[in-house]
Structure formats: C-alpha cells, structure tokens
C-alpha cells in the first residue's frame, strides 16, 4: 500500500488518512480562504514528525514568519534550529498577470533541489506555484507542468502547491494540467461573512466519488477547523489576521532582512533566480551542512507553557 502522511488538517485527516507521502497535492482558493494558514499546518504537522520543512513564498521570509506568528503558528524554535526553512522568491512582483509571469529557468529548480537536499527537508510548501509553471508558450504548458510536478516528486519530499482561483481562461488551463498530474486537489472557497468557508476535494487518486463540500472556519492558533458556532465567533474575534494570504505592502520595519538572513545566490552568476531565506550562511557565503539529527531519547512529561 503507498504510504500516507497526515496533512494537519483534521477533516483532511479523518475523510481520507492525509495526503500521499512524498508526492505533491494542489490547494487552490481566493485570497483569504486559508491556503497559507493551511500551508503553516501543514509544516507544523510535519515538524511534529520530526521531519524538515521549507515553505517557499511571495512573501518576504521576515513577514512570512510574522504573519505565522499572527495566526498562532510559533516557529521561531524550528528555524532557529535549522528544521525550518523559510524562503521568498526574490524576483517576485504583486500585481502582475499570469501571462506577464516569467517561468523560472531550469538553474531554479537545481537551486530549489540543493537547498532540499542540503537540509534534509521531508516537506515544501510553494505558496504560490505559479512562478514554476506559468509560461508564454501554451503549446507546451502541460508537458511543462508534468515535467516540474514529476521533478517534485522524485526529490522524495511531500510538496503543497497552491494557486489562486482562476478567474482567466490562462489560469484554468494552468489548475487543470496540475490536476491532471497531482493525486489530490482540493478547493477552498467562501460562503459568508460569519467566518464559515467550504472545503472540496475536487480530486483524490484511488477515491471514487471525493467526498462532498464541508464547511470550516479560521481560528488563530489552530488553522482550518470543522465549522461550529464556536468556531465562527472564534474566527470572527481573529478575523484581521487569518483573512491574509497576501503579501503585505513593505514597511521600513520588514523591507530589510533580519540579521540570520542570507541570499542563496544561483550557482551562475547570470542566472537571475536568487531566494531570499533564514538558513544559516557558512563564511564563505555557501550553505552550511545541516546540524545532526538528536539521538532519540527517552520520554519524559512534557511541562505544559
């Protein structure tokens, strides 16, 4: 049997047993559906497993961690210790269509690939997918797009891509050649103004008939869960916070990287895909070998905070 891994999200969890370990799953939505806060549960699921995670995003990796920390997710510890990578496309512009987007040159993905590899990651999060498979020629998009999906999953790591909702014939045709590829595809969608959102799997390899919508709500702290009333009100009170998957606008307070900082500059200096990210740099500005793994040890009573 292929082997599954839970997602972090219990109704994920419960209808299907997670998501298929080491193959890569598509989240699609509107802006303020859950797609980042699903991606930071998604990573802490994994950091609960003892498993390396990176998150690649448009946000700048500094506001990328504040934003985590607004929702309720702490991973200062996990980057601090080297078992979380957070990554910015650094060539990234807001406001750009997906037909003026620039496909990343091959040189990207080995780039991507040494920073995996380098520090163990088990788990990715690309939040957004796009700059990976958006293309000008269309004649070759799905071949482009099964290309890079099967590149993911033969680096053994269990990626989450997601997308914006398509509102363009372009985009359409992009979310349908990534689900042709992906075992599972799911739908964040909004339904009201009381904190209540529908999620779909619209696509699960080896499911007959997925399961139907199911209503959830954001709650900071935990991330996407089963609507109740409860939860609505909870999901009101943080409203402000959870209803942002993008970028916000750059402030004198976030624009500059934060001193454990680096750029992972391409090998090549003219190729133009660089990331901007919190792993550690070794002096010779390179990446420094992982840190080892801890030898198990023996339990012992957590102490609650």
């Known amino acids: 049997m292929i082997a599954k891994t839970l997602s972090g999200v219990c109704f994920l969890d419960d209808l299907y047993g997670g998501v298929y370990a080491g193959r ?3 989240v699609s939505g509107r802006s303020g559906t859950g797609k980042s806060t699903l991606g930071f549960q998604f990573a802490r699921q994994g950091l609960q497993q003892d498993e390396r995670c990176l998150i690649l995003s448009t946000m700048a990796a500094n506001d990328l961690s504040i934003l985590a920390e607004a929702l309720g997710f702490s991973f200062a510890v996990p980057i601090d210790e080297g078992n979380l990578v957070l990554l910015e496309y650094q060539s990234f512009i807001p406001g750009k269509g997906i037909s003026e987007w620039g496909t ?4 990207g993905f080995s780039q991507l690939k040494e920073i995996i590899e380098a520090n163990a990651v088990k788990r990715v999060v690309l939040d957004t997918v796009l700059p990976w498979i958006a293309m000008p020629k269309q ?8 290309s890079f999906v099967r590149s993911c999953d033969r680096l053994g790591v269990t990626t989450m891509m997601t997308i914006p909702k398509p509102v363009s014939s372009m985009a359409f045709r992009l979310k349908k050649a990534l ?4 075992p599972i595809s799911i739908l964040l969608n909004t339904t009201d103004q009381e904190g209540r959102f529908t999620w779909q799997a619209v696509k699960y390899l080896g499911e007959k008939k997925p399961s139907g919508m199911v209503s959830y709500s954001i709650v900071s702290r935990k991330g996407l869960v089963p609507y109740t009333s409860g ?3 909870a999901a009101q009170a943080q409203r402000a916070p959870v209803q942002s998957d993008t970028p ?3 402030s004198p307070a976030t624009s500059s990287p934060p001193s454990t900082s680096k750029r992972v500059e391409a090998v090549e200096e003219h190729v133009p895909v ?4 919190v792993v550690r740099a070794s002096p010779s500005g390179g990446l420094e070998p992982p840190p080892p793994r801890p030898q198990p040890r023996p339990a012992v009573p957590e102490q609650s905070a």
């Open 24 to 26: 890569s799953f598509l």
């Open 104 to 107: 990343l040159p091959p040189e």
């Open 139 to 146: 004649d070759r998009l799905a071949e482009h797009i099964f």
């Open 179 to 182: 689900e042709e590829v992906t």
């Open 231 to 233: 939860t609505a009100d």
């Open 248 to 250: 916000p606008p750059p």
């Open 274 to 277: 660089r990331f901007s990210s």
